[in-house]
């Protein structure tokens, strides 16, 4: 990338306006004394080092970033303290606090979705187990939250396909294999059985009702006949 720096006198008035335009874009205006020294370090006689400006402006960015991160980090622990103690909505609130500073964190998606099945908010669940699992397609724990909520919201199949996904990026991981892959094939074979049971049901019902019907027919041929 090309950069390029311009230096040229100016006059004190404008060099005010430039400080305080780069106070504000910086978002270092009022925060604390220290910063001023910095910019009046590469402010001297009347002139600005526009690419010094630069430098300094994207360092700011930078520590920005950095306290971000760190403030993130910080509401992303409070958080997992809090749904241990079984504070889901407050452990809720701060992950979403978290997720405002860094929305690209698939970790703080997955745990939140964990909490609202704890709560038994399954299509929330299931969406920020989505959002988790875009985030990171790589990342089994992701794909297995995905297929835990899609079992609470009654998607047994998509669950298998997930859960299938989740060996796939982690095929030693033996919970996959022994509980969530399992559960759900029980509960599909169960699903299954109950079907084959109610089409049973209905195909003695149905045989029942033709049989009655039937007795009626020749109840009523039988009348007529004797009518005649």
Not at 61 to 89: H, I, M, P
Not at 94 to 100: G, L, N, P, V
Request: aromatic share 6%; glycine share 4%.
């Amino acid at each position: 990338m090309t950069s390029f720096g311009w230096k040229r006198k100016i006059g004190a008035s404008v060099q005010r306006t430039a400080v305080s335009k780069f106070k504000t874009s910086t978002g270092v205006a009022d925060s604390n004394d220290g910063d001023d020294d910095e910019v009046n370090e590469f402010l001297g006689m009347g002139e600005i080092d526009w690419l010094e400006l630069s430098r300094v402006k994207k360092k700011s960015k930078v520590l920005q970033l950095e306290d971000n991160l760190a403030k993130s980090t910080r509401l992303k622990q409070e958080g997992t303290t809090l749904a241990e103690a079984e504070r889901y909505w407050e452990a809720i609130k701060r992950w979403d606090e978290a997720i405002d500073l860094t929305p690209d964190d698939a970790t703080i998606f997955e745990m939140k979705a964990q909490a609202l099945m704890e709560l038994c908010e399954v299509f929330p669940a299931v969406q920020t187990a989505e959002k988790a699992v875009s985030l990171d397609p790589r990342w089994w724990i992701a794909h297995q939250t995905l297929g835990r909520a899609l079992l609470g919201l009654g998607e047994i199949q998509l669950a298998i396909r997930t859960f299938s996904k989740a060996i796939h990026l982690n095929p030693t991981e033996e919970e996959l294999w022994l509980e969530d892959l399992k559960w759900a094939m029980d509960l599909k074979k169960q699903n299954e059985e109950k079907q084959i049971e109610i089409d049973s049901i209905n195909s003695d019902s149905e045989k029942e009702n033709i049989d009655e019907t039937e007795n009626d027919s020749i109840h009523l041929t039988k009348q007529t006949i004797r009518a005649r």
